[in-house]
């Protein structure tokens, strides 16, 4: 893996990503500046960490996406690369229109920070080849702007091609309101592209992977990429 860690002021997990990415593949990403208008030779993942960029000043993820870096990032992706968007990186890829949506203000008009269940609801991509479908994990959440938003076609659409990866659900992989923490329509936490090859969602699955920690539900992800990358 030849992983490429993009990075924004304001960004605060790509520390916390390279480390779950190097835990995976044995292999330091690099770090990538906003202002870099190419990617590093042979780079095949691109990861839009977590944080607050340029301040979410206007909107979330807003400014970012238009940062000179971001051109190479789509031309990757429709090269079909890989790029995986956290939390503000799901945020980032919604306002770069390289995923449909957008991400609003929670439900309950509150920042939330605490561990979020999640049924996997395919193991058939990239990026969930390490989880069984139907599967529920727990992974943390950190946001105050999750609530994923999109006109009634582009929903009929993520429903019907299956493009619906992660849903926020009960322990036991229920989907009911008072599980679904900040209102995403159909407890939305994770998308993909049409082609598959992009993937965004909510929680941070970055933040668990090690032990220490208590949970490594997170791990799953980055072995599924590491495992699809060396095939």
């Not at 049924?119 to 989880?131: I, K, L």
């Not at 941070?204 to 992800?221: K, S, Y």
Request: glycine share 12%; net charge negative; with cysteine.
């Amino acid at each position: 893996m030849n992983a490429a860690i993009l990075v924004f002021p304001g960004s605060n997990r790509e520390q916390d990503m390279a480390r779950a990415l190097t835990l995976a593949a044995g292999r330091a990403p690099i770090l990538v500046w906003h202002a870099e208008t190419e990617l590093p030779a042979g780079t095949d993942l691109v990861v839009v960490p977590g944080g607050f960029s340029y301040g979410d000043y206007l909107r979330c993820g807003a400014i970012a996406a238009r940062a000179p870096v971001m051109g190479a990032v789509r031309a990757f992706a429709a090269r079909g690369g890989l790029v995986l968007g956290v939390c503000n990186g799901f945020q980032i890829l919604c306002e770069a229109a390289l995923l449909p949506g957008a991400l609003m203000r929670n439900a309950g008009l509150k920042f939330i920070c605490h561990d979020a269940y999640l049924r996997v609801e395919r193991s058939d991509t990239p990026f969930t080849q390490g989880y069984n479908a139907g599967q529920v994990i727990r992974l943390p959440v950190a946001h105050g702007e999750g609530n994923y938003v999109a006109d009634a076609e582009t929903i009929a659409r993520l429903e019907g091609e299956g493009r619906i990866v992660f849903r926020y659900s009960s322990p036991d992989g229920a989907l009911t309101p008072e599980w679904n923490i900040n209102g995403s329509i159909y407890a939305i936490a994770g998308i993909l592209n049409e082609r598959g090859n992009v993937l965004g969602m909510m929680p941070h699955p970055e933040n668990h992977v090690e032990a220490e920690i208590g949970c490594t539900d997170g791990r799953g992800l980055f072995a599924g990429l590491t495992s699809f990358l060396a095939a």
